[in-house]
């Protein structure tokens, strides 16, 4: 695919990338019209770029089926509107198939998560996402790295051979090494996401990203739209603010090891009314005097 700059993908990996939830119904199925309403909502609030099938979205609590209806619905809902990345994942054959089905339904990227096993090699790292990138030419790649072992060269190394791996979402909470992984691997090569959202999102700009990912963005969209705005123009003071501002949010997202990161964002748009709190095993919805403070924290956001 020589010619293919990735331009257009490139630019929206240098977003708010929103990673939506995948709201579900009474019986427990996927509300595709609640799903529908999430989205345009993201749209609305000025959200150009969609994860549909990230962790926001309980990707492993889905099935093959689920997985496939949440690409649908979110490229049909994001149109012209909005850049749509995949999650694609699991074992590598599924990975792949996932990989096509997003190319032939008109997505521009896939994101592939990191791979889930107990024995991980670095060159059988590279050896996953090659095989993955290679099936689908055409899409920008962008690896979910939340391995610190992982050193930059491997992935100059994969993209070395697959030109398609443009970005990188890094997800590992250590902004040193963030700065040093990125500068091993080529900064000015791809585009870098900080992939613990707002949170981690300051530090890692200054290192060298610019754009993160959000799953608050689904509560509140212009809280994380504040957030980037104040970081491109480098007023750290006001992104400051901002993190202030949802920092006792993403703390409750956070504790006991992230146990409750869907479930605190569900939490909030259901006392929005826009969503069912539910989450599948192995999350769990919140206590009732912790749903009282998700309740009150968003209420402070004047949504």
């Known amino acids: 695919m020589s010619g293919v700059t990735f331009e257009t993908q490139r630019a929206a990996l240098a977003e708010v990338v929103a990673i939506p939830v995948t709201p579900f119904a009474e019986d427990g199925t996927v509300d595709r019209d609640v799903h529908r309403a999430v989205l345009r909502r993201l749209l609305d609030g000025g959200v150009t770029t969609l994860t549909p099938n990230g962790n926001t979205g309980e990707f492993y609590a889905l099935t093959p089926e689920e997985r496939r209806l949440v690409t649908e619905l979110t490229l049909d809902e994001a149109g012209e509107r909005a850049a749509v990345v995949v999650g694609v994942g699991h074992d590598l054959p599924t990975a792949v198939a996932t990989a096509r089905h997003a190319r032939e339904r008109g997505a521009g990227m896939v994101m592939v998560h990191q791979p889930v096993h107990p024995y991980v090699a670095q060159s059988g790292w590279v050896d996953y996402h090659r095989a993955i990138a290679g099936a689908v030419p ?135 009314g826009l969503c069912r709190r539910e989450v599948r095993p192995p999350s769990r919805q919140l206590p009732a005097e912790e749903r009282a403070e998700v309740a009150a924290i968003v209420a402070g956001w004047s949504i």
């Open 138 to 272: 055409e899409l920008g790649v962008v690896p979910y790295i939340r391995n610190a072992q992982l050193p930059g060269a491997r992935l100059a190394e994969l993209a070395d051979s697959c030109p398609n791996v443009i970005g990188v979402k890094y997800a590992v909470p250590d902004a040193a090494r963030f700065a040093a992984f990125s500068r091993d691997a080529g900064l000015d090569r791809f585009v870098w996401v900080a992939g613990l959202a707002e949170p981690y999102a300051p530090s890692y700009f200054s290192a060298g990203a610019t754009g993160f990912t959000s799953g608050l963005v689904n509560v509140a969209p212009a809280v994380s739209l504040n957030m980037i705005e104040a970081l491109r123009s480098g007023d750290y003071p006001a992104a400051m603010k901002v993190w202030e501002q949802i920092r006792r949010f993403e703390e409750l997202r956070a504790a006991n090891g992230s146990a409750d990161n869907v479930t605190v964002v569900k939490e909030a748009l259901a006392s929005l």
